[in-house]
Structure formats: C-alpha cells, structure tokens
C-alpha cells in the first residue's frame, strides 16, 4: 500500500540567486515559486543575501508590514540585519533579505565549529568561498529565528539549500534546529565542472576519478568540501539531471535520493498574434543589425541561427558551434544564406559606435565594416576565445561565405546599446537554436528555446538532452529536438553533426517547419511545474521522515 506524503507547513529556500541574478538556479526558483506560493500561501519564504543595499532592486519589494513583528525581533533581540518583502516574480513569494557582512568578524570561530560538527574542511578557502559562507551561515540563523518565533512545534517545516554555497546552512539548522528537514540541491557538482573546465576528460574516467584527490589537485577543497559533506549529512540529498547524479555517485560518494529535475512556466511566452509579431519585429532586427555590420542583403528566407549562455567555452559547446558553421559553409549543398549569432556576454567595452551609427539611419548598406563579424568592442580584442577560433579557423564573414557568424558580446537586457532588445524578445527570431553542451547539469537554453517554439539542437551530455532522449516520439529536428551523442573523445563527430543537421534542416519546405515548431513547444509544454513539482513533494517526504524519526529517537 503506497504511504500517504507528508507535506510541508512551511518551506524555506536559501540561495545566492534569491532577488539575485545571476545564472540558471534563479530562473529554477523564479519560475517555480508561483506553483509552490498557489499550495503553501505565504509560506513558502526564500532567503537571498542583501547585497544590494543604497541600491534600489528591481526584484525586491519591501515591505513594512509583513511579518513586521518578528523582522523586529530578529534584528532587536538576534542582531539580524533583516528586511523582509516580496519577490517581483510571478507569484510574489515572501522574501527576507540579509546582511551577511557583520559575520566576517566571526568567520574563523564559525569555520572551527563547522570542521568539528561536520567535518568541513575551510583551511583551503579562497575567492568566493568566504562570502558565500557567511551568508549561509545568516541564512540558518535566519530561519532559526523565523523558527523559534512564528512557527508552531506541530508543523512540518523543511528548509532547501542550494549548491555549496548555502551548504553551511544547511548544516548549521541540522545542529541547531533539527525539527527542521533539510534538503541540499547540488546543480552541479564543483568538482565536476572543475574538471571539465580544465580540459580534462570527465565521462570515460568518471568511475577512476577520486572526488577528494581531484579537489585537491584542482586546488577546490573546501568547496568540495562543504558540497560532499552536505550531501550526506542533510536528510533529502538532491540534484537535477541523472547525468549530474552520476557525478554525484562518483566525486561526492553519495548518490542523490531523488532527481529534481529543472521546470518552468510559460507565462513568459506570448501567445497567437502577439506571438507572431514579436517573432516578426525580431527577425527584422537581426538582419537589420546583419545588414549594418555585413554591407549585405539579407531576407526572410534567410536561416537564423543561435547559441548563448554563459561564457563557458568548451562546456557550453561554443567551439562545436563555430567549427560547424565554418564547416556548414564549406558544404557544396547548402543553398540558402546562413546567419549565425554567437550571444554570449565577453568582456565589454562599449557597443560599435559605427555600427550605431548605421543602426540609427535608414539606410541600406552594401559595404561591410571593418571586423563584421562582433558588434561591441571587447577589453581582450587578442585573447577572445571565440575571436581566436573565428581567426584561425578564417572566419572574416567575407562576401562569399554564405554562412556569416556574428559575435554579440553583450548581456541582452534590452540595454546593450544596439539592439536595444531582451533575450527572449530576440530568440524568437531564430529558425533554431544550437547548444551543443560538454557539461551542463541540465541545460534552461535548450528549454527556453523550445518553448518560443524553436526548435534545438543539444546533446546527450546535457540533462535537458537525456531527458528528451527518453521520449519514445522525438526522433530528430523535424520533431522539434535534436539530441546529439557526445563523449570526451568525438568532437569531430559532433561538429559533423550540428553541421549535417542545420544543413537538413534547411531542405524542409513551410509545412514541414511549421510542423517542427509546434513539436518544439509540445515538448516544452511537458517540462512545465505543474509536472516537475511532484518531485519536490517527494523530496519533502523523505526529508520530513527522517527529522520525525530523529525527534521521536531523541525523546
């Protein structure tokens, strides 16, 4: 007979990325606080750090009157630098706010505490580590005086940690608060992507790797360190793809008691004929820019392509990216003119002036400008890793290529001084989208992408690629997502490809791209919350098990 779920009361949620943007982990909890605020009600609290003070933040709404009595408490009786407020996302969820700074003064009684009760090992601390470890350690005072204050003994209360980062919060209302649940998200192990981002080969030697020895040949010990050791101390350990549980497996001897995986709501996306005439005013804008830089004609016939995120150069798959539009171009079959946009933030200096100047006019133009391959000038001209490959690989955008690559190495905030535009407003404009991932946990790029019905090429190296690979209907482009196989050792095979599959792809008449497009969002729709959370709900449970037959032990 299945057991009846125990659900939460409450839930707390500690991250770096709470009102904080950052990466992926704030749109996984963004998206996901409406479907949690419709259950819980207000009791569903996230804890971010308040790094934002004399500045005003846009995803931070304060409020005077929201739990005023115990914000009060919490900064008169604990010396909690607190605010208390909603977060300005679909839902908006109960946030508090903390200043982490006055903890420094403490920090080396704070780290022998945790090295004795949990066997943290701090002594190798370096970069980022402190401050995210001070802002735990408020974060666990903060719900423990939350705790104390306004919640009853009779209610489930579970608190989820997210990445090394707020391990130590975890592990600190494990001590001091262990009525609470404690669940640890790691959305991708530090070792693992250490790894990977140090050209070392990460699958084929998964199993002979030693997650201890790697940190400390990769000189990342404590954070490690802090992630191993969460992991199996809290009472639900959690990640969100099964190839991360693989790392898990290995670098952290801890598998994961359940995969989240990563969802997302929709409501971002329009829809009907405000779908279409936003998909309209974004094809426009790119070959209007490609027209400004390239001195070329370009129309709607042309095919958009695009990858982004961050600038992780191999783990990302942006060397696969360019090396198959290069061979693309090469490609004696292709008949149709090609536009390629690389969009991930460089290091920025400031947007083309001579390229805003043509943006500006209403001309058209039929001579290039100089370097019409970037669009904003980079602090590292020479060193730029995909300028590097562009160069070497002679990718100048010349007259006769038919595939042109164009670099935007700006943050498409709607701010960026040419187009002017935010990234979703712009992907829309794409035929399809390319991410060709080496490491990625679970990959919101490829989701994103799909649900603006464009349809995605990834790689089974991904979380999003696994877990697409495992639907019986999806068998390549035409069904809305190609899943390429990839390993430590076939990246020739992969650049072929990514190549071979755009080229297909192109030989598609209307009916049969539209038909790939509806497919595209069909697949997203089955990502969405309203699926994914029952594994949360599950994660609870096993949590809210263990802290229940810890205190009835302890009785």
Known sequence: MNQELLTPDYVFEASWEVCNKVGGIYTVLSTRAKTLQERLRNRIIFVGP???????????????????????????????????????????????LVDFMPFFAKKNEIYAHIWEDFGVDSLHAYGDYDESSMFAIAAGKVVESFYRYNVSVTDNVVFQAHEWMTGMAALYIRKNVPEIATVFTTHATSIGRSIAGNNKPLYDYLFAYNGDQMAAELNMQSKHSIEKQTAHFVDCFTTVSEITNTECKELLDKPADVVLMNGFEDDFVPKGATFIGKMKRARKSLLRLANCLLGETFDDNTLIVGTSGRYEFKNKGIDVFIDAMHRLNKSPLLNQKVLAFINVPGWTQEPRSDLQHRLSSHEEFDTPLAQPYITHWLHNMGEDKVLGMMHYLGMHNDPQDKVKVIFVPSYLNGDDGLLDKHYYDLMMGNDISVYASYYEPWGYTPLESVAFHVPTITTDLAGFGLWVKDMDKVKGLSDGVEVVHRS????HEVVDAVSNTVLNYTTLDKSQVKLARRKAA??????????????YYEAYDIALRKAHDRMRNNL
């Not at 009595?69 to 900064?75: C, E, K, L, P």
């Not at 430590?488 to 990246?491: L, W």
């Not at 990502?527 to 029952?534: E, N, R, S, V």
């Open 50 to 96: 308040d790094i934002w003070q004399g500045k005003e933040n846009p995803t931070f709404i304060e409020s005077s009157s929201l739990f005023s009595s115990w914000r009060d408490y919490a900064i008169h009786h604990d010396g909690l630098n607190v605010r208390v407020g909603r977060w300005n996302i679909p839902g908006d969820p109960v946030v508090i």
């Open 488 to 491: 430590d050792y076939n990246y």
């Open 522 to 535: 069909s697949i997203a729709e089955k990502a969405l919350w309203k699926h994914f959370i029952t594994y």
